[in-house]
């Protein structure tokens, strides 16, 4: 029998096919075309709900309350409503001298406190973690021989460990990182915001306390922003370790730890504070 043959042309040549191939091709010519469509289909973008369209109330949350803090009065500075006054002009009593915890035996008159230099440092009481803290400083005026760190030289410790120096700055240069503002022997102040002699300085410090791993060293070191007579000095400052006079900041495990003003050995007679108050955070 004679075999059905057709010519049909592909990519441009003519080419002979037996009737039964030819229908093999043209299924399997159906079978790709099915296939791709059902690929196509496939991969057609599946439909998911829509992102629901925003609306204002929906990136807006009204609890808890902020809790409501009476502020004090702006022109003395006085302290909020929910601080701990450690002093107000009165007494020393939220404080302790720090040799022995025996009374702080600094000089308290006319609503100020004056440092007594035979009378050494002074704590408070109270212990401290993260905290806001007010405390305002005056240099008495004195004779120009008084220079660099002997003169006005105090200071306000961060838990016991860490000083924000205070010192007459004003028109008296010494090595900047123990300049008046400075993370002593760290980090001097970002200005000198220095008042004269007789004028009241005003520090507000923000500090961080410091987290400590199993062996002592910091997880997170203490950082600290001091506003010097409402001028940025220190700038979220991470402190280093203990602010030593002679060597290097060293890292010394600690917890809480109470605010201690220094009462330095130099000749120098001693600085006043006032309207001295405390937040914890
Ligand atoms: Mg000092």
């Known amino acids: 029998?004679?075999?059905?043959?057709?010519?049909?042309?592909?990519?441009?040549?003519?080419?002979?096919?037996?009737?039964?191939?030819?229908r093999y091709i043209h299924m399997l010519t159906a079978a790709a075309a099915l296939l791709a469509s059902v690929t196509a289909f496939a991969q057609q973008a599946k439909?998911?709900?829509?992102q629901?369209?925003?609306r204002p109330g929906m990136s807006e949350y009204w609890t808890p309350q902020p809790k409501i803090v009476t502020p004090g009065l702006q022109a003395t500075s006085s302290a909020p409503s929910d601080a701990i006054v450690l002093f107000d002009?009165?007494?020393?009593?939220?404080w302790v001298n720090d040799k022995d915890g025996s009374p702080a035996g600094w000089n308290v008159h006319d609503g100020i406190v004056t440092v007594d230099k035979k009378a050494g440092d002074i704590r408070t009481k109270e212990s401290f973690g993260s905290f806001q803290l007010h405390i305002e400083w005056c240099i008495p005026p004195m004779d120009a021989g008084f220079t660099s760190q002997?003169?006005?030289?105090?200071?306000?410790?961060?838990?016991n460990k860490y000083e924000i120096q205070v010192l007459d700055s004003y028109q008296n240069e010494t090595y900047v990182n123990g300049q008046a503002g400075s993370v002593y022997k760290q980090t001097p102040p970002l200005v000198n915001a220095m008042r004269?002699?007789?004028e009241w300085n005003v520090y507000d410090?923000?500090?961080?306390?410091?987290?400590?791993?199993?062996?002592?060293?910091y997880l997170y070191q203490p950082r600290v922003t001091v506003l010097h007579n409402g001028v940025l000095v220190q700038n979220n400052t991470l402190i280093q370790g203990t602010t030593e006079h002679i060597g290097f900041p060293k890292v010394?495990?600690?917890?809480?730890?109470?605010?201690l003003l220094q009462s330095h050995g130099d000749p120098s007679p001693g600085i006043s504070y006032r309207n001295i108050w405390i937040r914890r955070l």
């Open 89 to 94: 002009g009165r007494d020393l009593s939220a």
């Open 205 to 217: 410090i923000i500090y961080t306390a410091p987290v400590f791993k199993e062996d002592g060293t």
């Open 252 to 259: 010394v495990p600690h917890g809480d730890g109470p605010i």
């Open 196 to 198: 004269a002699p007789g």
């Open 150 to 159: 002997a003169r006005g030289n105090s200071g306000v410790y961060l838990q």
């Open 47 to 50: 439909e998911y709900p829509k």
């Open 52 to 54: 629901e369209p925003m």
């Open 1 to 22: 029998m004679k075999k059905e043959t057709r010519r049909i042309i592909i990519f441009g040549e003519t080419k002979s096919f037996s009737t039964m191939r030819l």
